[in-house]
């Protein structure tokens, strides 16, 4: 039995990555921080599944993540956890920095001490090209990036870079562009929008308040890109992969889609700009470009935008249905 452990497994990634590795047989360890409240709501599914055991443990605490992979031995590591919310990382600048950069670091030494054989996969992200010098963007697109998340980011893909030259570990980044799902946290828009546009559909809010409406992104589904994650661990070379689904849609036709999922007829009534929700530097567009995955992974999306904007809108008018306004 092959063993994985999984950083950040309470996430949305993470948990579709760990029911993806349960269903392939895999021993699978989740790293959580210790809390007064737990949240596996996304877990919930699997935390009683005997293949998986959660360990105690804290991006920020070195000997946990030692002990950790030192216990377990995994075979492939998966380091998804971060301070993921961009917004946020203007408020937490620091925090950002010791989570999503840093993190890593500490993450890619615990291996290198205690398991140097494991293979380990980096969550990268497309917000690492922030102000973007090419479109569309590839693997060898010069970052830019607009946020402390994205510098910090970026921090994490060099650092993996380093410690696959340095040490002669099996480290990859997958430079993942937005991806998307009904466990999507509410702060993120496209969760916002899903579940603004069901409370209003179902009378229980008039507006959905958002930032700028025309910014522009690749987003795919979550499921399909924790596939992705794992295909790269397969590989006999470690290398550094984008996964996309090469279309760029804008928030605009996020509303408007999800709107029309809902049964609303008319998007521009329910919408209302709230100037706290833009960003102090916008990313304007990002599009991906996944030549490189469809060719060497074999890997392609199976989800379209329209079907997931339709999937992520009846996931919320089902769950807000069971709560009364």
């Not at 992979?69 to 925090?95: G, M």
């Not at 919320?316 to 009364?324: A, F």
Request: with cysteine.
């Amino acid at each position: 039995m092959k063993k994985a452990f999984i950083t950040g497994i309470t996430g949305q990634d993470g948990s579709y990555l760990a029911e993806f590795l349960l269903e392939k047989g895999y021993q699978v360890y989740g790293l959580t921080r210790r809390t007064s409240t737990q949240n596996f709501d996304r877990i919930k599914k699997i935390v009683h599944n005997p293949n998986l055991k959660l360990i105690s443990g804290d991006l920020v605490d070195q000997n946990s993540l030692t002990f950790a992979f030192k216990d377990t031995q995994p075979d492939e590591v998966y380091n998804l956890a971060a301070q993921s919310f961009v917004q946020a990382s203007w408020e937490q600048p620091v925090l950002t920095g010791e989570f999503t950069g840093l993190g890593v670091t500490r993450v890619l030494e615990a291996m290198r001490l205690a398991c140097p054989g494991a293979k380990f996969y980096q969550a990268s992200s497309s917000e690492m090209f922030g102000k973007v010098l090419e479109t569309p963007q590839n693997e060898k697109t010069p970052f830019y990036p607009r946020s402390p998340y994205g510098v910090a980011k970026v921090y994490g893909h060099w650092i993996t870079i380093n410690y696959r030259e340095s040490y002669d570990l099996f480290a990859v980044s997958g430079i993942l562009f937005n991806h998307e799902s009904p466990r999507r946290g509410l702060e993120f828009v496209t969760r916002k929008i899903a579940n603004g546009v069901a409370r209003v559909k179902l009378g229980k809010q008039q507006f959905v308040e958002l930032g700028n409406l025309e910014s522009k992104r690749d987003w795919g589904y979550a499921k399909d890109y924790v596939e992705a994650m794992w295909l790269m661990l397969q590989q006999d070379k470690a290398e550094d992969f984008v996964i996309a689904t090469e279309e760029t849609h804008s928030v605009r036709e996020f509303l408007q889609l999800a709107s029309k999922a809902a049964g609303i007829n008319d998007w521009e009534s329910i919408y209302k700009h709230n100037p706290v929700f833009d960003r102090p530097a916008e990313v304007d567009m990002l599009i991906g470009d996944a030549s490189k995955a469809k060719k060497k992974l074999g890997w392609k999306p199976s989800v379209d935008f329209e079907g997931l904007v339709t999937l992520m809108v009846e996931a919320e008018l089902e769950e807000e249905r069971k709560i009364k306004a």
